[in-house]
């Protein structure tokens, strides 16, 4: 299983870039890396996926290094809107759903 | 994408009895799971809701507890049986195409509070 680590908990302040890494060292040849935005009583949101190199979407970016063993969301110029929890998940969801599995996330707070 | 809904958004129950929670998508899905998360923890998959035959548990989950159907392809029910105080959680669905680019979809979530 590819199991990801994650800082349990980062700060920030509004108009700073963040970025949160996650490591997965046993990733698979055929795992996608995926990240998740949650925010209180609500069900995750889908952020960014990245197999290789860089990905960006009007949302954030995704660095993920040759070796694949760890990826970096970045968040550029966050605002207070930002404040949630954020999850990296690896896996390929078409071969094993119990392969997908939810670390513990990374709680970001942003502060004026 | 696509939009889930689930009900009911919240319930407040007795020890002993049973909740049937829904989870209805505006398209059809190939698979959709549900999950549960405890106050302040990441989420748990509870099972793979999977059309025309019984859902797969995951390990910790039985079938006797979560009873799952899935009718077709838009809609799946959770039932929470016999419930307890440790069954106080929020159960979500979630729903993908199955392809492996896919990412999934989540409901708003049902917060059942246990007595």
């Known amino acids: 299983l590819a199991k990801t680590t994650q800082p349990i908990s980062m700060d920030s302040y509004e108009g700073q870039e963040v970025n949160i890494t996650c490591s997965h060292n046993n990733i698979a040849t055929n795992d996608y890396i995926t990240w998740y935005q949650q925010f209180p009583s609500q069900g995750p949101r889908f952020i960014i996926q990245?197999?290789?190199t860089k990905v960006t979407n009007e949302v954030a970016s995704l660095f993920i290094p040759a070796d694949r063993k760890s990826s970096t969301l970045s968040l550029p110029r966050v605002s207070l809107s930002d404040t949630a929890v954020y999850y990296c998940?690896?896996?390929?969801?078409?071969?094993?759903?119990?392969?997908?599995?939810f670390g513990s996330g990374t709680r970001l707070s942003i502060r004026p | 994408s696509a939009v889930i809904s689930q009900k009911p958004s919240r319930d407040i129950c007795q020890r002993g009895t049973s909740l049937t929670i829904q989870c209805q998508v505006d398209s059809q899905v190939t698979m959709m799971f549900w999950y549960r998360q405890q106050p302040g923890q990441s989420l748990t998959l509870i099972a793979t809701?999977?059309?025309?035959?019984?859902?797969?548990?995951e390990s910790g989950f039985v079938i006797d507890k979560f009873p799952i159907s899935r009718p077709n392809l838009t809609f799946s029910t959770l039932t929470v049986s016999n419930m307890s105080p440790e069954d106080s959680s929020i159960y979500l669905c979630?729903?993908?195409?199955?392809?492996?680019?896919?990412?999934?979809?989540f409901g708003p979530g049902t917060r059942l509070t246990v007595l």
């Open positions: 998940l690896v896996g390929d969801i078409s071969s094993s759903a119990s392969k997908i599995i």
């Open positions: 990245g197999y290789k």
């Open positions: 979630s729903v993908t195409s199955g392809r492996g680019t896919d990412t999934q979809y």
């Open positions: 809701a999977n059309q025309g035959s019984e859902a797969t548990y």
